[in-house]
């Protein structure tokens, strides 16, 4: 009897190994539904730009033949330059995330002059003269841009700019009078203005912030530099031609940039399926 029990235990432990040792099947992996492609920024291609600003002017002053001939050169005694709005476009291409470059040109409105001279004249041994006239701008520049990072939504750079601008100066009205007496005055005379070429260049700083993947809103600072090398006015009745020493201009713009690649879709591939192995115990 003793026999029998022990190998009904036995039967029974070798039943439930045996079972320990079926196959053990992990439970239905959860389907992943591919991710949908997204929209990314492109990190190059072409774009257009456009720009208004306010230019804070600076006159280098300005020279000229008095009395017709060139031994008698004279500098005007005084000299300035009024403020003026600036507007203007380019288009670009940016090469990468940090490189870019553009040809833009810019339209500087009208900033009066406003200069004295001092000297004899008509009425009176001691005079000064009141020299008035305006001046318009249109530069042409090829510039280059460093973009510095970007933190968010905001790109700062730095960059600088080389080219050339047609400065276009009108009349200008020379009237001269008595230091001891200002009412009493030669008539004003007018000299013809002229227009010429000059060497600019520009320095650049500021700031992009994106508004769409493709339209970027752009702020920032230019000093631009225009050369002397210029006739500004012509002879008139004894005195002339004029020459300015060209100006600075410290300008506040605003603009927008439009990226023609901006948005670019690329779709997000998910790892190929790993089956998952059966595990046996």
């Not at 079972?19 to 239905?28: C, H, I, T, V």
């Not at 009237?175 to 007018?190: I, L, W």
Request: proline fraction near 4%; include cysteine; charged fraction near 20%.
């Amino acid at each position: 009897m003793k026999k029998i029990i022990l190998g009904a235990i036995a039967l029974l432990a070798l039943h439930g190994a045996a079972s320990a040792a079926d196959l053990y099947q992990p439970s239905e992996p959860i389907p992943v539904s591919p991710a949908e492609p997204v929209e990314v920024a492109s990190t190059g291609g072409w774009y257009l730009r456009g720009d208004v600003g306010y230019g804070f002017n600076h006159s280098r002053g300005a020279w000229f033949h008095q009395g017709g001939t060139t031994d008698n050169e004279t500098d005007f005694t005084t000299s300035s330059l009024r403020d003026s709005f600036t507007i203007g476009g380019g288009v670009g291409y940016q090469v990468n995330s940090y490189l870019r470059t553009d040809a833009t040109l810019d339209y500087m409105f009208n900033g009066d002059f406003r200069g004295s001279t001092k000297g004899s004249c008509g009425v009176a041994a001691a005079c000064t003269s009141r020299d008035i006239a305006s001046m318009n701008a249109l530069s042409l520049l090829a510039n280059a841009y460093v973009d510095l990072g970007t933190w968010g939504y905001v790109t700062p750079y730095i960059g600088g700019g080389i080219g050339g601008t047609r400065v276009s100066w009108g009349d200008l009205k020379n009237t001269s009078c008595d230091d001891a007496d200002s009412t009493n005055c030669d008539a004003t005379e007018t000299h013809k203005g002229r227009s010429s070429w000059r060497f600019t260049y520009a320095l650049m700083a500021g700031a992009s912030v994106d508004l769409t993947c493709n339209l970027k809103a752009d702020v920032g600072y230019r000093f631009r530099r225009v050369e002397s090398g210029g006739r500004m006015f012509d002879y008139k009745n004894n005195g002339g031609p004029g020459y300015d020493k060209g100006f600075n201009s410290h300008e506040v713009r605003g603009g927008l940039r439009y990226m023609f690649s901006g948005c670019a879709e690329q779709a997000y591939m998910p790892p190929a399926e790993i089956p998952v192995a059966p595990v046996y115990k």
